[in-house]
C-alpha cells in the first residue's frame, strides 16, 4: 500500500476550503466594555433610588413619631365628654391613615422612578447591542 503525501494537492485543498470570517475582536471587546457600563450606570442607579427610599421612609418614620406624640399628648390634655374626645380620637386616626397612604404613594413613586431610569439605560444598551451585532454580522 503505498499513499505518499503530495504537499501540492493537500495545498489545493485547503485553498478551497471556505474558512469563515474572523469577529472583529476589538468592536467585540468595545461592545462587552459598553454593556459592562450600561449595567454599572444601571446598578448605580438602583442603589441611588434605594438609598433615596431609605432615607425618605426615616423622614416619614421620625415625622410620624412626631405627631404620634403630639397626638396623644393632645388627647391626653383634651377638655370636653367621652364623646368629643372619640370624635376627636377618630379624627386623628383618619389623618395618620390619609398620611401613611400619601407617604406609601410617594415611596412608590421614588422606587418607579429608579427602577425605570435603570431599566431605560438596559433597553437602550440592549438595543445598541443587538444592532453591534448586526453590523459585525454584515462584515462576515
Do not use: C, W
Not at 26 to 36: E, F, M, P, T
Not at 73 to 99: C, F, I, N, V, W
Not at 116 to 122: D, Q
Amino acid at each position: 500500500m503505498s499513499s505518499s503525501f503530495n504537499p501540492e494537492e493537500f495545498m489545493k485543498l485547503f485553498g478551497s476550503l471556505k474558512m469563515p470570517n474572523m469577529p472583529d475582536f476589538q468592536a467585540l471587546a468595545d461592545s462587552q466594555k459598553r454593556n459592562i457600563e450600561a449595567l454599572t450606570t444601571a446598578n448605580k442607579l438602583a442603589m441611588e433610588g434605594a438609598q433615596a427610599v431609605a432615607r425618605r421612609n426615616m423622614e416619614i418614620v421620625q415625622q410620624s413619631l412626631s405627631e404620634m406624640t403630639q397626638a396623644v399628648q393632645s388627647l391626653a390634655s383634651a377638655e370636653g365628654s367621652p364623646t368629643d374626645k372619640a370624635a376627636r380620637q377618630a379624627e386623628l386616626l383618619k389623618a395618620a391613615y390619609e398620611h401613611a397612604i400619601a407617604n406609601m404613594h410617594e415611596l412608590s413613586e421614588i422606587i418607579q422612578k429608579s427602577n425605570g431610569e435603570a431599566v431605560g439605560i438596559l433597553n437602550r444598551r440592549f438595543a445598541e447591542a443587538m444592532e453591534e451585532v448586526k453590523a459585525l454580522m454584515a462584515k462576515g
